[in-house]
T-cell receptor
Framework: ETGVTQTPRHLVMGMTNKKSLKCEQHLGHNAMYWYKQSAKKPLELMFVYSLEERVENNSVPSRFSPECPNSSHLFLHLHTLQPEDSALYLC??????????FGPGTRLTVL | RKEVEQDPGPFNVPEGATVAFNCTYSNSASQSFFWYRQDCRKEPKLLMSVYSSGNEDGRFTAQLNRASQYISLLIRDSKLSDSATYLCVVNDDYKLSFGAGTTVTVRA
């Protein structure tokens, strides 16, 4: 299934690095989302973009910076992360903020 | 109180058995409901939407009880491939709230 793709699939970074996660959806949807999934915890919504405008910023630290250049692409820029930021970062898309379809995720490890 | 609560399980059932579990939600104004399935180290995948009248998709039956604010999922004739974590999801406008998941393990 290639409806929602994410790169890289795995990322190891130091606390002083800057990196970006990329998400692309091929479903013609108009909304995209970033979620964080830590072990044994529910998915946590981080950001929502609808029609390329950010409609939700769920009290996410500023070391996470989203970017949505168009309705098909979503980025998450990372800088000066902490070890507790290690998690699975999932991108999703939907049409009109309905059922969401997820990408495979980026498994991030911060050393 | 958590927005969405699920029994984490695990539910260990033999092949062919029926297994059912519930999920409660706190916001009475919640608009739509879903069950997602997540396999180990994979992304969640939409299993089925939950409609007010209840709905069935093959061996899977979902029910919604608005009065008591819970949804349920029943799996009949369990297969080994049904082993997964089932996530209850509640939609309030654009915000999806996820439960922590119920783990089901089907054994041969």
């Amino acid at each position: 299934e290639t409806g929602v793709t994410q790169t890289p699939r795995h990322l190891v970074m130091g606390m002083t690095n800057k990196k970006s996660l990329k998400c692309e959806q091929h479903l013609g949807h108009n909304a995209m989302y970033w979620y964080k999934q830590s072990a044994k915890k529910p998915l946590e919504l981080m950001f929502v973009y609808s029609l390329e405008e950010r409609v939700e910023n769920n009290s996410v630290p500023s070391r996470f910076s989203p970017e949505c250049p168009n309705s098909s692409h979503l980025f998450l820029h990372l800088h000066t992360l902490q070890p507790e930021d290690s998690a699975l970062y999932l991108c999703a898309s939907s049409q009109d903020l309905n059922e969401q379809f997820f990408g495979p995720g980026t498994r991030l490890t911060v050393l | 109180r958590k927005e969405v609560e699920q029994d984490p399980g695990p539910f260990n059932v033999p092949e062919g058995a029926t297994v059912a579990f519930n999920c409660t939600y706190s916001n009475s104004a919640s608009q739509s409901f879903f069950w997602y399935r997540q396999d180990c180290r994979k992304e969640p995948k939409l299993l089925m939407s939950v409609y007010s009248s209840g709905n069935e998709d093959g061996r899977f039956t979902a029910q919604l009880n608005r009065a008591s604010q819970y949804i349920s999922l029943l799996i009949r004739d369990s297969k080994l491939s049904d082993s997964a974590t089932y996530l209850c999801v509640v939609n309030d406008d654009y915000k999806l709230s996820f439960g922590a998941g119920t783990t089901v393990t089907v054994r041969a």
